[in-house]
């Protein structure tokens, strides 16, 4: 049976706060996109087939991805030096919120661009995240329709 | 004396034996092409064949020992077979797909879910099915179970809903998502009965969406199945 674990497998790392790792080890051959610049997205979502198809779907655009579990996980990489062209953060992550998440990578100085998703969307949540310092507030499921035009803007100006 | 002579004598004639019987075996290996590349006279080792194909039995010997082009000829019979069998099941998935469509049980977004299956992750339709269905199971029994409270905690509902609603609607399961849509107001409102009534029609919309997803996992397996069996040739 397959596991969260066994899916994407390849360069998993335990950090230690709850939350893993899953590298993009398998790039798939032929990507449905392709982009002038190399670029790299972090996907924060406690959800994991939310996590496995937002991943997936990046990845078969041609986007370098890795994701996890938790805003501690999230903020940890960053932290280690790890950079993305794209960052997508679910609302309701648990322990750290998203929002938290999202302030606190912004307050490391993190400019790059940040999207932040909710199964709903409810005004009170959107305007709680956009003050956080997330660039746009979007509602689940995070498909190819929402987030090429993004790529696209992050790939004209890189 | 006279067993020695009879020996010189046998011995004298196994040359002409021999000619005879290579004439012979040429003969034969003639006749053996003959029927291997017609299929004449071995229809019982072809029947045999096709009812190991059909039940799945890998067949391991064909006696007596196979010639390549015994081997060849029933590679060739199942490679075909097992080509028209994936054509049709996969052309039978997506029409399953598109009936679902037309009822509105599956909107577009299970199509991301079959995109991303390739080469690299040939089981992803099946392990996402399998893992939708044993969160959602999860997450329904949750709600479920504080909704029943005497004092509900909606916050606890809440998230369940979220998680629900989120893997939902990644796999396509747009009438999951209106039920947890429903129940979310009611849980914003604070209303036991609604929130009763909107998880129960939750639990309906799963049913009908876990019974044709299962039945498009079982398609999904039939395919695999064939390609185990190709690669045993």
Known sequence: ?158 | MRKFLLTVAWLRMLPSLRQIFSSLGALMDIGYAFVVLTGVGRMDLIVKGWQDFGSRKPVLNLTPSPSKLEYIFFHNVFSQGKKMAETDVKQQIKDYVQTMHEQGILDHNFENVQNLQCQENPHFVLEIIDMFCRDAEICIAEMAKYVDEPVVDYAKVTGFIHQLKGSSSSVGGCRIVVACRELRKATENKMKEGCLEACNKIKREYFVVRDNLNAIAKMERSIHTDDAMAGIF
């Not at chain 1, 679910?90 to 938290?100: D, I, K, N, T, Y």
Request: charged share 25%; net charge negative.
């Open chain 1, 1 to 158: 049976m397959a596991s969260d674990t066994d899916y994407d497998s390849d360069g998993m790392r335990d950090n230690g706060n709850g939350g893993s790792s899953e590298g993009n080890g398998r790039r798939r051959r032929h990507p449905m996109m392709t982009w002038r610049n190399n670029l790299r997205a972090l996907v924060v979502d406690n959800g994991r087939i939310c996590r496995i198809m937002e991943s997936g779907l990046l990845d078969a655009y041609g986007v370098e991805v890795e994701a996890v579990g938790t805003g501690e996980a999230a903020v940890e990489l960053i932290a280690s030096g790890e950079t993305f062209d794209l960052i997508v953060i679910e609302m309701f992550l648990p322990f750290m919120s998203g929002p938290e998440t999202a302030r606190t990578i912004r307050e490391m100085g993190i400019t790059s661009k940040i999207l932040g998703i909710a199964p709903m969307y409810w005004e009170k949540d959107a305007q709680e995240f956009l003050a956080a310092g997330i660039d746009e507030f979007l509602e689940k499921p995070f498909t190819p329709e929402l987030f090429v035009p993004f790529l696209r803007e992050i790939d004209n100006q890189k």
